[in-house]
């Protein structure tokens, strides 16, 4: 199923054993477009404490109540490394992390996007929500949302406020048309013209989310109705 990446925040995450906590941010790829790590608000023997699991150790999401299950025990959660989430990752903390969980170390493709001692291509959501996107020298309109597919979190589309020179109120870019995430600029810039924008046919409103490969080639939606 395909949903907004920002609807679940908020989310209840539990465990094998009871409540692990809140889902409040996630950090995402910008090479890959996948989703790597949930941010979650919980709390140990020690009091308030923030978590970050994998997509790998989800086992089911229920839109209706608001509920990510995962494979992990409270226990195993609450004795993962301290790691302090403030807008960055850095290489150790994720290294820890990975090695504490036995989670597979994926290949860290070179980005664009200028960071320091950051994981060079990780970014969090909250942090990128609202930055501009350009088509060249053209500003298309903020960043609204992400979609995503929920059994593979992987992020296929930009959501782009368009409302100040398209009439429709929103438009959907293919995350392949992004050439760079800038968090010093707080821009993301495409690979495409507006022209392209411009030229996009409309989707099929009888299949609102088609599959990764049957997207349109110019790479957006012009949608005038939100999607559901």
């Known amino acids: 199923m395909r949903w907004s990446l920002s609807e679940i925040s908020g989310y209840r995450v539990h465990g094998r054993d009871g409540r692990v906590g809140t889902v409040a941010d996630m950090y995402f790829d910008d090479v890959d477009w996948m989703v790597r790590y949930l941010v979650v608000n919980g709390a140990d023997q020690s009091g308030p404490r923030t978590f970050l699991l994998s997509p790998e150790v989800i086992c089911s999401t229920d839109r209706e109540f608001g509920l990510i299950s995962v494979f992990l025990r409270i226990a195993a959660v609450h004795n993962s490394p301290v790691i302090s989430v403030n807008g960055h990752i850095t290489q ?3 290294r820890r992390l990975r090695e504490y969980y ?18 060079p291509h990780l970014h969090s959501l909250a942090a990128v929500l ?10 298309i309109g ?10 593979t979190w992987k992020i296929h589309c930009l959501e782009v406020d368009a409302s100040r020179w398209l009439h429709a109120s929103r438009i959907w870019i293919r995350s392949d048309c992004v050439k760079q995430v ?6 993301i810039e495409l690979t495409i013209r ?35």
């Open 130 to 139: 609202g930055h501009r996107v350009l088509a060249g020298e053209d500003d």
């Open 102 to 119: 036995g989670w597979p170390h994926y290949e860290h493709a070179v980005s664009t996007s200028t960071q320091t001692d950051d994981v």
């Open 194 to 228: 507006r022209k392209a924008v411009l030229n996009s046919p409309p989707p099929d409103l009888t299949v609102l989310w088609p599959t990764a490969h049957e997207l349109p080639a110019a790479g957006t939606f012009l949608v005038d109705t939100p999607y559901t």
């Open 92 to 94: 150790q903390d994720e």
């Open 142 to 151: 903020p960043l609204l949302d992400f979609v995503i597919n929920d059994h």
């Open 182 to 187: 800038n968090r010093s600029t707080r821009q």
